[in-house]
T-cell receptor
Framework: DAMVIQNPRYQVTQFGKPVTLSCSQT?????MYWYQQKSSQAPKLLFH???????NEADTPDNFQSRRPNTSFCFLDIRSPGLGDAAMYLC????????????FGQGTRLTVV | QKEVEQDPGPLSVPEGAIVSLNCTYS??????FMWYRQYSRKGPELLMY????GNKEDGRFTAQVDKSSKYISLFIRDSQPSDSATYLC??????????FGSGTQLTVLP
């Protein structure tokens, strides 16, 4: 059974049109992460929530925002997608901040047209 | 210089071969080392996790960490076509976020 579920698997959006990606988890983990992965590159951490505490990476553009309304759900909002934001977006969870066992979702592949 | 360097491949081997995948790193604070397997168009899944230097074996997979050389390896014995995937190394100091390598694409030919 899937434990970290991302919807949709594929998302096409127009240049500049706001888009929201969603992630849900059944593991009851405290920490939820959003990563951006471009083709043949390492996943790049955008931000994470430890419970309700939001932690933004220093180099994450302001265009990217996140919401975590409860333990199970976390959303990635891209306010004005540019062509350079086309990528696979990965959600992950871990029990604690040590992150030694992070569980990833299947990812959402975002295309910007 | 990237904190974690990983040969991107692609690497092709015949079925049954022993595969060696490697990463080097520059941050001596890294203590926890992981290998993830990522199939095409899927999210990464954790394969192996080791703490500090040493070896860890799990079935056909062996992870090695040499902190003195800042070098980690993943060995796959008796490789199978189902092992064809991208393998990502990842590491972290205590209580910090993961730093990933860029991944090595492996194809095991039947």
């Amino acid at each position: 059974d899937a434990m970290v579920i991302q919807n949709p698997r594929y998302q096409v959006t127009q240049f500049g049109k706001p888009v929201t990606l969603s992630c849900s988890q059944t593991l009851n983990h405290n920490v939820m992460y959003w990563y951006q992965q471009k083709s043949s590159q390492a996943p790049k951490l955008l931000f994470h929530y430890y419970d309700k505490d939001f932690n933004n990476e220093a180099d994450t553009p302001d265009n990217f925002q996140s919401r975590r309304p409860n333990t199970s759900f976390c959303f990635l909002d891209i306010r004005s997608p540019g062509l350079g934001d086309a990528a696979m977006y990965l959600c992950a969870t871990s029990m604690g901040i040590m992150n030694t066992e992070a569980f990833f979702g299947q990812g959402t592949r975002l295309t910007v047209v | 210089q990237k904190e974690v360097e990983q040969d991107p491949g692609p690497l092709s081997v015949p079925e049954g071969a022993i595969v060696s995948l490697n990463c080097t790193y520059s941050n001596s604070a890294f203590q926890y080392f992981m290998w993830y397997r990522q199939y095409s168009r899927k999210g990464p899944e954790l394969l192996m996790y080791t703490y500090s230097s040493g070896n860890k074996e799990d079935g056909r997979f062996t992870a090695q960490v040499d902190k003195s050389s800042k070098y980690i390896s993943l060995f796959i014995r008796d490789s199978q076509p189902s092992d064809s995937a991208t393998y990502l190394c990842a590491m972290t100091p205590s209580a910090r976020q993961l730093t990933f390598g860029s991944g090595t694409q492996l194809t095991v030919l039947p």
